[in-house]
Nanobody, 121 residues
Framework: VQLQASGGGSVQAGGSLRLACAAS????????MGWFRQAPGKEREFVGI????????YYKDSVKGRFTISRDNADNTIYLQMNSLKPEDAAVYYC???????????????WGQGTQVTVSS
């Protein structure tokens, strides 16, 4: 599985960004797609997850109601829509693919390259 993340940028607090993760591979339907983020000096943390086969999602508590994961099966892309951004959301965001429903980064063997999100107050 190959993943290519894009869509990062700089916004003011309260603004929105949409990240995209283009996936390729023959068995994508077997994988859960996760979004993680890593701020400077901090551990990489789980943000949210979606399964390719069913549109169910699960999010980190601090982003519930503000972030939404969606997918486009036609072009094998998942999106992370981020609204009402806060300075504490600033980080490098990564998409990842793994075989199990998990919030643990080591359960994900495939990773995109990361995209920077900056939120100014």
């Amino acid at each position: 599985v190959q993943l290519q993340a894009s869509g990062g940028g700089s916004v003011q607090a309260g603004g929105s960004l949409r990240l995209a993760c283009a996936a390729s591979g023959r068995t994508l339907s077997r994988y859960y797609m996760g979004w993680f983020r890593q701020a400077p000096g901090k551990e990489r943390e789980f943000v949210g997850i979606m399964n390719w086969r069913v549109p169910s999602t699960y999010y980190k508590d601090s982003v519930k109601g503000r972030f939404t994961i969606s997918r486009d099966n036609a072009d094998n892309t998942i999106y992370l829509q981020m609204n009402s951004l806060k300075p504490e959301d600033a980080a490098v965001y990564y998409c990842a693919a793994g075989p199990v429903l998990s919030t643990i980064r080591t359960d994900y063997p495939y990773w995109g390259q990361g995209t920077q999100v900056t939120v100014s107050s």
